[in-house]
């Protein structure tokens, strides 16, 4: 039977108005993997997200703007970018249901980094400026590049599992995990050693992965990490 699958979408200026909006390769992805997607707006409204949160047996968290550093006591770096209050507050309360009724949990970029500043941990504000001689994880001088690299994986994780020891990925961030959160384990670092992957060590199924499995045509094997993630729900 497929999977009820809970994705918050993210809120988007176009010409003065308003939209809610998410790759649509996710949910093509997720429904060809097996699961059928559910898109939570972003509103803070409690009972509301209790409804999708009984309605989901699997979420995932995707990427998109930065994360606002109060979250882990910090105040902003000067090369911080556009933060959305409103949408770090939807997303914690459902990681928070999440973990609560034991729904497994998947996020990608900034989902990883949500997860990991929920559980404790922090981030690079702007690994550029705070980190030395890493990659080009985005594309910081805006040359229209999509830029990829080899992401080494741990043995014993669930990502070796799916892709074995290492992976060409695609990548957008500029910010990325600082300290580990309690609990978690690293399971995959790129060789300038940013932290690519994590996972939750305890009995439950949360992981968080740097790189955007949403872009097929970036890498065939993305679909693998889709199947997966629904396949032990």
Known sequence: MDKFIGIPCWLENREGFISHEINNNFSKMILESGGIPIVIPQIYDENLLDEYINMIEGLILVGGSDISPYLYN????????????????????????????????FGVCRGMQLIN?????????????????????????????????????NEGSRLHSIYGSDIVVNTFHHQSVKKIAKNFKITAKSDDGIIEAIEYEKDQFIMGIQFHPEFPEHNGDFYKIFEYFISHI
């Open 117 to 153: 500043i929920f559980f404790g941990g922090t981030l690079y504000q702007d690994m550029y400026s705070q980190c030395e001689d890493v990659f080009n994880h985005s594309d910081r001088e805006k040359k229209g590049i999509i830029y990829y690299h080899k992401i080494n994986i």
């Open 74 to 105: 910090e105040g902003p770096n000067r090369y911080l970018e556009s933060t959305s209050p409103v949408r770090d507050e939807v997303e914690f309360y459902l990681l928070k249901k999440a973990i609560g009724k034991k729904i497994p949990v």
